[in-house]
Nanobody
Framework: QVQLVESGGGLVQPGGSLRLSCVAS????????MGWHRQAPGKQSELVAT???????GYAESVKGRFTISRDNIKNRLYLQMNSLKPEDTAVYYC????????WGQGTQVTVSS
């Protein structure tokens, strides 16, 4: 089973940028479609970006044009470049397959505030 560890979150002002990383253990990473999910207090979890095994990407309307998902199958890493951040992007961000079937990591907190 793939183990996931997220990093790269922090406090950023509105309009700023962050790059999240997710490292996956095991040799099966390249066989999984992956995604970034986020959980804000009092809100339902949201799948904000996905990437297939061949690199096709998809985005929620709420982040389209601002976030970019990518993956490095050699390094077993998943990335999320987040630009033009807004206060409503504040959440804990998790990497997982789009359906959330893998074991969840601890997530990384992103706070957008002035």
């Amino acid at each position: 089973q793939v183990q996931l560890v997220e990093s790269g979150g922090g406090l950023v002002q509105p309009g700023g940028s962050l790059r999240l990383s997710c490292v996956a253990s095991g040799s099966d990473f390249k066989t999984y479609a992956m995604g970034w999910h986020r959980q804000a207090p009092g809100k339902q979890s949201e799948l904000v970006a996905t990437i297939t095994t061949d690199g096709t990407t998809g985005y929620a309307e709420s982040v389209k044009g601002r976030f970019t998902i990518s993956r490095d199958n050699i390094k077993n890493r998943l990335y999320l470049q987040m630009n033009s951040l807004k206060p409503e992007d504040t959440a804990v961000y998790y990497c997982n397959d789009p359906a959330g079937f893998l074991t969840w990591g601890q997530g990384t907190q992103v706070t957008v505030s002035s």
